[in-house]
């Protein structure tokens, strides 16, 4: 009988794979399980993972590996396995001592998952949530579950604590915080000393770059973290809490290095906004980029012999008005690496596009005020909606087509608020800019200064324009895949034999009207006429000399001078409004 490893370390399959790129794992986060038949015909081969010769795994989440090296630091790399959730029994043996699971969205319980998979039935358990909890199924069966202790950590965590789920899915110990924290090594050796653990335990962030590691393997997507923490604030965010922290260059490039020498031709920086790395604790504001050092970083990467494929994460929307020419030059490094084809958007010549995920939130100043008033900075949050659409000019000029998350059903969210964030919507519409408009409902996040707020928490609750304001979003993302003859008429039909079967009765009398809107069954003019729908009041926006023009005079010195629009021009304020549109 085989002994097994000592610590054996792995994450629900869904979140280990990188088969087809982002797309995938976000539809396994949102999807209900009866979809899974989707991805199986679109992604054949998506359970086919790769493994090392010794049968551990080739792919893993960032976090594991970095959990990897400190557990193969202070116990020993022979005494140490990462692998897939169904090679488990093969390394569990006699000798475990420790199983530890990072997830990041074991119960489906956060931003698109609840209302997506409500969207589309009973059967509300999404995909990612059914793979994480046979797993722990299976981690409880094994018959050596007495000898060792089940650790859980990652960005999930709070899930398990929000539900009280750790007994149920038969954990340990629930850790929230780093792999690098000693506390985390000290709750490694009590498990191996076969000591009892705490059900809950916070560890302590590391606090400047140099201790941050970084994982000597490939991971999934080729994930390398670059920043930690932000700085704008907003009150319902979780990783803000976390100190701002930039990775130095040399431990990003040599992460990028265990990639490709292990075959991973892909790359992709962990952040939650790419534009403040090389500006942490410089003396100048984190809020204006740092260009050269962003250029020479991303330069770097994408030169490196066998990386292909580079994909971008986490950005915000005030960096792109701020810098244009960093945009610009930005997307001549990175679109040729873009895995990314958006064909009847892009005017690449091989239609490649920059797709990072940015945080719209809201077109409501007045919420904007309330929930994130710092977002952004260093303009002023009365101008959000002409930051957000100037910013969005700026990029999809570049190729650039975001996808932007918005927030359905905040604590406090009135008709009027929902109609302010319609209006930026149709703005946005009416300009023909383009991001892909990602609306989820509002979440408290444990630990967040919002964490005891409540909002919507059934999609029957959602009343008739917070309905309208989801599948006008996701009516807009349908665009550039409408442009076939069969497109549309499919379209209308699936959503009308999708309502009649299920939705009517699921999602209540509010979503009738919507639903009709996003099919297409009755032009949107005629619901407007009949009053039901909310049309939009068009945006009167501010063009960028007159943002750049707002900013703090002591910032004026941090304006790069080849973007024009200098601040002190006389005109600036008085200039008209730019042609609309990309
Ligand atoms: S900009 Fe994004 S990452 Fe930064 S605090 Fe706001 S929500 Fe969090």
New binding site residues.
């Given amino acids: 009988m085989h002994e097994g490893k000592l610590i054996v370390l792995t994450a629900p399959l869904t979140e280990m794979i990188d088969h087809a790129g982002y797309f995938i794992q976000m539809g396994m986060a949102s999807m209900p399980v009866w979809m899974e038949f989707v991805f199986d015909r679109k992604y054949p081969k998506w359970r086919e993972v790769k493994r090392f010769e010794d049968g551990s795994a080739r792919l893993a989440p960032a976090g594991l590996r970095i959990l990897e090296r400190v557990a193969a630091e202070n116990f020993g790399s022979d005494n140490v396995v990462v692998c897939y959730p169904d090679d488990l029994d093969r390394f569990i043996g006699p000798a475990t001592r420790v199983v530890a699971v990072s997830t990041h969205n074991p119960l489906g319980v956060t931003f698109a998952a609840g209302v997506y998979t409500s969207l589309f039935g009973t059967s509300r358990q999404p995909i990612n949530a059914f793979y994480a909890e046979r797993m722990f199924e299976q981690i409880k069966r094994n018959p050596h579950r007495a000898n060792f202790k089940l650790i859980v950590g990652g960005s999930g965590g709070w899930q398990v604590q929000h539900t009280g789920s750790a007994q149920r899915l038969g954990m340990d110990c629930l850790v929230d915080g780093r792999s690098e924290s000693a506390e985390t090594i000290a709750l490694l050796r009590q498990a191996i000393a076969g000591e009892p653990l705490p059900l809950q335990v916070q560890v302590s962030h590391p606090q400047d770059g140099a201790a941050l590691l970084y994982p000597h393997k490939p991971t999934t997507f080729g994930v390398v973290e670059m920043t930690t923490g ?5 009150q ?5 809490l976390h100190p701002q922290i930039a990775v130095p260059k040399q431990n990003i490039m040599a992460a990028v290095e265990a990639n490709v020498r292990n075959g991973n031709n892909q790359i992709s920086l962990a952040t ?2 790419m534009f403040i790395w090389g500006q942490v604790r410089t003396e100048t504001p984190f809020f204006f980029p740092n260009r050269e050092a962003l250029l020479g970083l991303y330069s770097d990467i994408v030169h490196t012999p066998g990386v292909e494929h580079h994909v971008l994460s ?1 950005a ?1 929307m005030a960096p792109a008005v701020v810098d244009p020419e960093l945009i610009r030059r930005l997307s001549e490094l990175l679109l040729p690496k873009s895995p990314i084809h958006l064909p009847t958007l892009s005017s690449h010549p091989q239609k490649k596009a920059l797709v990072p995920l940015i ?1 719209l ?1 809201t077109g409501s100043v007045r919420m904007a005020k309330q929930v ?1 008033p ?2 952004g900075i260093p303009f002023r949050i009365e101008d959000w909606p002409s930051v957000v659409l100037r910013g969005l000019e700026i990029l999809n000029r570049n190729n650039w087509f975001p996808m932007l998350t918005l927030m359905v059903g905040n604590p406090g969210e009135t008709d009027e608020h929902v109609m302010e964030t319609l209006d930026l919507i149709y703005e946005m519409e009416r300009r023909g800019l383009f991001g892909f408009l990602v609306p989820s409902v509002f979440t408290p996040l444990e630990g967040t200064r919002m964490e005891h707020d409540v909002g919507v928490t059934q999609t029957r609750q959602l009343t008739r324009l917070q309905w309208q304001l989801i599948l006008k979003c996701w009516k807009m993302n349908m665009r550039p895949g409408l442009y076939s003859w069969w497109g549309p008429i499919s379209f209308k039909l699936g959503g009308l034999a999708i309502w009649w079967a299920k939705l009517r009765k699921t999602n209540g009398p509010n979503f009738t009207w919507p639903m009709m809107m996003f099919a297409s069954i009755i032009p949107e003019a005629l619901m407007f006429r009949a009053g039901k729908l909310y049309p939009g009041r068009p945006l009167k926006l501010k063009s960028r000399a007159e943002l750049i023009a707002s900013i703090r005079p002591n910032y004026w010195k941090y304006l790069r001078e080849d973007n024009g629009d200098p601040p002190y021009a006389a005109d600036a304020v008085n200039q008209q409004e730019p042609a609309v549109g990309y």
């Avoid at 932000?230 to 907003?234: E, K, L, N, Q």
């Fill in positions: 932000c700085g704008r604030r907003c319902f965010c979780m990783p803000d939650e906004d986490h915000t945080g939130e994130m710092s977002k």
